[in-house]
Structures are given as C-alpha cells and as structure tokens.
C-alpha cells in the first residue's frame, strides 16, 4: 500500500468536524478543551491529566517532569529511562520489556506555544503509547534488529498513528484542525522515511512492518500488570522524542 496522505487527511478531517459534540473534558481546567494553553504547566497538571485519559499509566510510567533547565531539546515531550535527563543522550534510552516503566520529560515552553489542551492530551498519550510499545503490551510489535533510524522511524509512525485513531475515536476532546493536521503530518513523515530506508536497504521487511502499522487496534485491552525484565535499556540505546 502506498501512503495517500491527502485522501487520508481530508478524510480524517471530516470526521472530526462531523462529531461535534465534545465529551467531558479530562484532566485539569489548564488543559481543557481547544482553547490555547496560556497558564503554566506543571508535572501536576500533566500527571493528573494523563490519569483521567489513561488511569493504568501507572503500569508503564514511573513520573513526569520537566527537563533540566540546562538541557535544551526541540520536543515537547520525550520517554526517557527513570532519573534521566537528556532525552537525547545513550544513557537516557527508555527500558523495553514485560513489565518496563519509564519517565515522560516535558519542555513546558514548547506544549505552551499556541497549543490547546487537546493536543497536550494528544502528546501525553503518544508518550504512553512508547511506553506501552516498549512494555510490549501492544499489537505492534518491536521492529526487531533493524538500523536505528529504521526503528525509530517504525516506533514513530506507530505512535502518531494510534493518536490519529484516537483522534478519530473522540478521545482528545477539542482538538483542533490544524493540531490534527500536525499529527496527520508526522505520521506521514515517519511512515514514507520508514517505507525508503526499509527498501532500499532490507526490501523483503517491508511488507511485514507496513502490516503492523495498519492495524487500527494499536493497544491492547487486556491487562498488563507489570513483569519480567525491568532493567534492560531499548535496543540500541534510543529514546524517544515528540516531535
């Protein structure tokens, strides 16, 4: 299948603008609705947000903070390993396997940039779905022994596609066009760099990732309580980044 980017987002649009209705709003009164963010976020707020639109993170995330005033980073929000500090050093990769748990980082600054709540809510729960990914308590399954850039890549697509189904689904009441269109555009990003680099250096992979990224179930509903391996650092020391 080859990516149709527009059709999808015109489509997608659609939809979101046929439901109307907003359901009830989630998390703290800083991050309701399609408003923009003006009021400062905190790990509070952010915390008691992500309870309300995801109450078992707790399986997969140990806390959320904000980055260290010296490490600057263009994200607005990153999984990293508990304690870490730099999103985009080694020693930062997130832990991956049964029973995982990680820390979400946050650069207030950049989710506060014309935002609304909604996508603040968006975000959160694009970091829940690495955590998730990385728990192995999703259908998507790892990449496997791939280049770096090609499981990044992979775990990206993956991560803003479940937010597009969930976009869809209502679960980010308020979310904006544009905000939708934003995710619409990182998925398409990551999804065509992923589809280049798998055939030109390992074309036979290809139909077997693009698969899994099809999949409109991308988390599981069964539970998952936490188990196994809970110490062994992502392959090839990645942590992830939004955007």
């Known amino acids: 299948m080859r990516f ?7 489509r997608i649009c659609r939809e979101l603008a046929a439901g109307a209705a907003l359901l009830a709003v989630l998390g703290s009164p800083a991050l309701a609705g399609a408003g923009a963010v ?9 915390t008691r947000a992500l309870s309300s ?16 005033p010296d490490v600057r980073r263009n994200i607005y929000m990153a999984l990293v390993q508990p304690g870490a500090t730099d999103p ?8 991956a ?18 935002h609304s709540g909604a996508f603040v809510l968006l975000l959160l729960d694009h970091e829940y779905f690495h955590a998730r990914h990385l728990a192995r308590t999703t259908t998507v ?8 850039e090609i499981e990044r890549r992979f775990s990206e697509a993956a991560a803003w596609g479940f937010n597009i189904a969930e976009a869809r689904a209502g679960r980010y009441p308020g979310l904006r066009l544009d905000e939708l269109r934003e995710a619409l555009d990182r998925y398409r990003d990551h999804y ?21 990224l099809r999949r409109p179930d ?16 992502s392959d090839r020391g990645r942590s992830t980044g939004t955007p």
């Open 192 to 212: 065509l760099a992923l589809r280049d680099l798998v055939e030109r250096d390992d074309p036979g992979r290809w139909d077997t990732l693009a698969l899994a």
């Open 97 to 114: 396997g049964s029973g995982a748990r990680n820390d979400i980082v946050f650069d207030e600054r950049a989710i506060r940039g014309g």
């Open 53 to 68: 639109l995801r109450p078992d993170y707790g399986l997969y995330i140990e806390t959320l903070r904000p980055l260290a």
């Open 4 to 10: 149709r980017g527009k059709a999808i987002r015109e």
């Open 38 to 46: 003006t009021e400062g976020i905190d790990a509070i707020d952010l």
């Open 218 to 233: 991308l988390v599981t509903t069964r539970d998952s309580a936490p188990s196994g391996d809970r110490s062994r650092p």
């Open 88 to 95: 985009g050093g080694r020693a930062s990769a997130p832990f």
């Open 141 to 148: 399954p790892p990449a496997g022994r791939v280049p770096l």
